[in-house]
């Protein structure tokens, strides 16, 4: 039993803890709230001020330039298509390689995970990557993006190490009532790893969305450009033909290029964003489950 002394030590510590960590986020919180305040504020004030977090007059000019053309829409839609597409076929091949790699009996395993472990040391480069992709057919399909990193070699072993630590007894009680290796994982290990499925598949799926170097590599159809890569044309080469301009009001007046800049970022983080708070809780049980070798 604590006594007094100890019992206002942890206390104190605790207020100090709280204060240091709100602290933190506020810092962490502070670029974004810039960029979202920025998005809505009119040239004259982006110019007289280098930072601040309200501003003074709200203009969504900006976000009626963006939206202006279908574009955003149609790049919006590709990278949603690219993500749920990319993340099923990643767990698809994450799980059934890791269910089979996790089989004490199957022969060759050790070898296989050597190779597996060495593809994370060293790479061919660019490339021979793009030299692959470009012999199998694949260029300028979203194939192309989603393929060659339908596996992560991490996400791989510690989904492994957590299939060898399922119980034994569960899998043999399946075996006795009939199920196959793939009944087995479909009816007992996937309902058993729903935590670290959903926390690599949002690994998975931010991978996705954020990706851009891919389809720049790979996609030479602008129509199939994901929203990164248009993301990428506005904020990083200050292109602000989005697509186009014929829908535009001729008597609308383009709003300053760093407003538009900052609202394209809030619309390419903002839809990735609000799949967090689904998955949230899964994310501390789901990244730990599978971190420690059994």
Request: charged share 15%; with cysteine.
């Amino acid at each position: 039993m604590l006594n007094k002394h100890d019992q206002i030590g942890e206390r104190v510590f605790d207020i100090f803890n709280y204060l240091f960590l709100a602290i933190f986020a506020l810092i962490t919180l502070l670029p974004f709230i810039y960029i979202v305040a920025g998005s809505f504020a009119t040239e004259a004030e982006l110019a007289e001020r280098d930072f601040f977090l309200f501003p003074r007059d709200i203009s969504i000019s900006a976000y009626q330039y963006i939206f202006s053309t279908n574009t955003i829409f149609r790049s919006m839609g590709v990278s949603i298509f690219i993500t749920v597409v990319g993340t099923l076929t990643n767990l698809f091949f994450t799980l059934t390689m890791a269910y089979a790699l996790s089989r004490k009996e199957l022969m060759g395993r050790n070898f296989v995970m050597n190779l597996i472990i060495f593809s994370m040391l060293f790479s061919g480069g660019m490339i021979p990557s793009y030299l692959v992709v470009k012999e199998l057919g694949l260029i300028n399909s979203y194939a192309a993006v989603i393929l060659p990193g339908a596996i992560s070699a991490f996400n791989l072993i510690v989904i492994r190490n957590f299939f060898q630590n399922l119980p034994p007894g569960l899998e043999e009680s399946a075996r006795i009532d009939g199920c196959t290796d793939v009944g087995v994982l479909w009816k007992i290990v996937i309902p058993l790893s729903m935590p670290i499925i959903a926390t690599f598949g949002l690994f998975y799926a931010v991978g996705h969305w954020n990706n851009f170097f891919s389809a720049l590599l790979y996609l030479n159809d602008h129509t199939k450009w994901p929203l990164q890569v248009m993301l990428r044309e506005i904020v990083m080469l200050s292109q602000l033909s989005i697509g186009d301009m014929s829908n535009i009001d001729p008597n609308f007046v383009k709003p300053p290029d760093q407003s538009v800049k900052m609202a394209v970022i809030i619309v390419g983080t903002l839809p990735i964003l609000l799949v967090y708070p689904f998955l949230q809780k899964h994310f501390a049980k789901g990244a730990l489950l599978g971190s420690i070798k059994g």
